[in-house]
């Protein structure tokens, strides 16, 4: 079935530097693509997300980049920081069903 | 607003036995889903409802039930609980499918079914 994967279990970058979160999605179909955060012990919380017809959106701080050629989907930090350590999740979506498939998450550590 | 509010946070239950898990929100959303995620791993859809009175499957229905009688309320149940179903249990809301599509999720539920 169609799935939504992350390259990298755990990334580890050091208190501002940037950082890069990779995602790899199988469905063409797919209408919008969402970065959600969740710390330890809550539900996932929205960050940002893009339309199948743009390449890149920026946020506050967050930019995400699409590449629809490779099927390829990236989230990019500015100057992380501590409260950046979470688990990021990339999920997809089609606007006729509304169903998320979220990918297995990527543990971001951010070192002092 | 409280958002999306989940009780309880917490649940053990031996095999066999059923429990229904709660969730309300007060956005007046319409649509509202239930997730599973297992430990290291994504969410998974187990049920929505597009609206009051209206409820379909999603990728990992089986053994759950869901009913949608009001818009805040979208409880689900757990007939015959197995060892399988251990896990955490997220509810989450949103406006619409379409046009900034964002969900907003509860707090979870801890389910240990031993």
């Known amino acids: 079935g169609e799935s939504v994967g992350l390259h990298l279990p755990t990334l580890s970058v050091q208190e501002g530097d940037n950082s890069i979160i990779n995602c790899a999605y199988s469905?063409?179909?797919?209408?919008?693509f969402i970065w959600y955060k969740q710390e330890s012990g809550k539900g996932p919380q929205f960050i940002i997300d893009?339309?199948?017809?743009?390449d890149k959106r920026q946020g506050q701080r967050v930019t995400v980049l699409l590449n629809k050629t490779v099927k390829h989907l990236s989230l990019q930090i500015a100057a992380t920081q501590p409260g950046d350590s979470a688990v990021y999740f990339c999920?997809?979506?089609?606007?006729?069903?509304?169903?998320?498939?979220f990918g297995q998450g990527t543990t971001l550590q951010v070192k002092p | 607003n409280a958002g999306v509010t989940q009780t309880p946070k917490f649940r053990i239950l031996k095999i066999g036995q059923s429990m229904t898990l709660q969730c309300a929100q007060d956005?007046?959303?319409?649509?509202m889903y239930w997730y599973r995620q297992d430990p290291g791993m994504g969410l998974k859809l187990i049920y929505y409802?597009?609206?009051?009175?209206?409820?379909d499957k999603g990728e990992v229905p089986n053994g759950y039930n869901v009913s949608r009688s009001t818009t805040e309320d979208f409880p689900l149940r757990l007939e015959l609980a197995a060892p399988s179903q251990t896990s955490v249990y997220f509810c989450?809301?949103?406006?619409?499918?379409?046009?900034?599509?964002?969900?907003?999720f509860g707090p979870g539920t801890r389910l240990t079914v031993t």
């Open positions: 469905n063409s179909a797919s209408d919008y």
């Open positions: 956005m007046n959303h319409n649509y």
């Open positions: 409802s597009v609206g009051a009175g209206i409820t």
């Open positions: 999920a997809e979506t089609q606007y006729h069903t509304g169903k998320l498939i």
């Open positions: 989450a809301s949103s406006y619409s499918m379409g046009e900034a599509y964002e969900q907003y």
């Open positions: 893009i339309r199948s017809n743009m």
